[in-house]
């Protein structure tokens, strides 16, 4: 058969067509792959583990702390504790990282309503970037309307110290410029716009009064107002990593907390963060020092109580929001 400029038999028709077939169906598997509604993400997939959560909480809570690595011990400010296991809870993640116990913790403090976090997901672990943030929207269909966000911090700025606090007032999401972000695909109208903007991503009065706070306690030396960059890890930056995160303006690199703020934005959440520098960034290639967990946990050990009082305080003076 003539087909302009080229000939064909019969046979070979019936095997291009073959192809052309298998690969529509090839494609539009994938197509549908990449459409697909992340069922897990979903408000259907998440109610389940909202209602489980709501009937056996006799508040509704309006503040969550995600306790960061080592920080865990910042649900201990709440009274009239109601404790879950992750595991229990339908439709949960469950965390796997030393120094996160797996444990939803409600209580008050202060007046404040409070919903804590002992433990978080990472994706280093493996977990996708929306299940990571799937605790921010099952929460945030509980009642929460503001997110205190914590973490630990290799210090890149060479003027911050460990055991200093780093008050995030912005951050950079490396994941975001390989196009990862936990709210690629269909949007969930029910939680938030399409699009929507993050140059105020950290509230300003929250970050004043949290300030006041540190100023009050007399640690004026040990924070500061930084940025926030998350590297995916698990292992720890190179040197000439750490040298671009430092000409890009990062202040403190970490593995975690921006999933979780680009979702509780989404949803319209109010957002608090600190890192809490636990290492430096190695910057040269001579320093025989060399990053490790075990460090970062005893760090945050050294200076616990300071961090809890500093979120004990923080609350204090925000309860008004929270009750
Ligand atoms: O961000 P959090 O969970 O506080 O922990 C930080 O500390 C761990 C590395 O020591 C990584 O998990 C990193 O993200
Ligand atoms: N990426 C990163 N995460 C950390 N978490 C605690 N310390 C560090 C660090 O130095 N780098």
Known sequence: MQTGLFEFTTGEIVVICYIIDKNFHICRKFAKMSDSKNEEFSLDYLQKAADYLRNQVPFTPKL???CGTGLGGLSENLQNQIEFNYKDIPNFPVSNVKGHAGKLIFGTLSEAKIVCMKGRFHYFEGYSLQKIATPIRILKLLGVE???VTNAAGSVNEDYKVGDIMI???HVNFLAFGGQHPLRGPNEHFFGER???M???YDRELIRIAKEVAEKMGISDDYHEGVYGLY??????TVAEVRILKMLGVDAAGMSTIPEVLVAKHCGMSVFGFSFITNRCIHCYDEPDEPNHDDVLKAVMEKSETVKKFVANLIQETKQRWK
């Open 64 to 66: 969550l702390i995600i």
């Open 146 to 148: 503001g997110l205190i």
């Open 168 to 170: 995030i007032k912005d």
């Open 195 to 197: 699009f929507f903007p």
């Open 199 to 201: 140059n105020r991503a």
């Open 232 to 237: 995916a890890g698990p292992n720890y930056e």
